[in-house]
T-cell receptor, first 123, second 110 residues
């Protein structure tokens, strides 16, 4: 499979608990993005990595959120002390920074390819 | 601050009835403008990237165009399977933070 994968697909937790999500990008992609999406809205940028470096983080992102990409491959997003307002779909996307083969996942310049998302419900 | 506004919020078409979706953007300098399609419960699916005013891209019944302030997604003779939410996004020159609009929900009736 050459697509972006995310785990778990669904997570139900109680308020105050910590949760961690994982994203595995397309193998040759060096950029990885995290987004949050609520019903009826477009994806909201959270943060992005180039290789293992976290280059930008949304100013709106609470200190309860942290993301890592330790070896420049998979990434994790942790939410500490979850709140009901954290309920959303968490999307991961990857892209490559150089021109690649035309067409198909991983081809082209800077296009982001998304995973299926992790749906978080905080009770 | 970068902004992306999509209109209309929802669009209902009969099969074969062509129309256009609008994406207006405010950004200091544009690195790229992207169009995505999203089906319910799924991640967005990449459609097009546009880099400079005057550029056009086509794929099947879809055609995307770009000016200095807005982009249009033209849908020619749509089919029911084109029903989805269409998202527009921009990246500002100098970085890779991506700002999405709220999307246009397209319904195509047979």
């Amino acid at each position: 499979d050459t697509g972006v994968s995310q785990d778990p697909r669904h997570k139900i937790t109680k308020r105050g608990q910590n949760v961690t999500f994982r994203c595995d990008p397309i193998s040759e992609h060096n950029r990885l993005y995290w987004y949050r999406q609520t019903l009826g809205q477009g994806p909201e940028f959270l943060t992005y990595f180039q290789n293992e470096a976290q280059l930008e983080k949304s100013r709106l992102l609470s200190d309860r959120f942290s993301a890592e990409r330790p070896k420049g491959s998979f990434s994790t997003l942790e939410i500490q002390r979850t709140e009901q307002g954290d309920s959303a779909m968490y999307l991961c996307a990857s892209s490559q920074s150089t021109k690649g083969l035309a067409g198909g996942p991983g081809g082209g310049y800077n296009e982001q390819f998304f995973g299926p998302g992790t749906r978080l419900t905080v009770l | 601050e970068d902004q992306v506004t999509q209109s209309p919020e929802a669009l209902r078409l009969q099969e074969g009835e062509s129309s256009s979706l609008n994406c207006s953007y405010t950004v200091s300098g544009l690195r790229g403008l992207f169009w995505y399609r999203q089906d319910p419960g799924k991640g967005p699916e990449f459609l097009f990237t546009l880099y400079s005013a005057g550029e056009e891209k086509e794929k099947e019944r879809l055609k995307a165009t770009l000016t200095k302030k807005e982009s249009f997604l033209h849908i020619t003779a749509p089919k029911p399977e084109d029903s989805a939410t269409y998202l527009c996004a921009v990246q500002e020159a100098g970085g890779f933070k991506t700002i999405f609009g709220a999307g246009t929900r397209l319904f195509v009736k047979a």
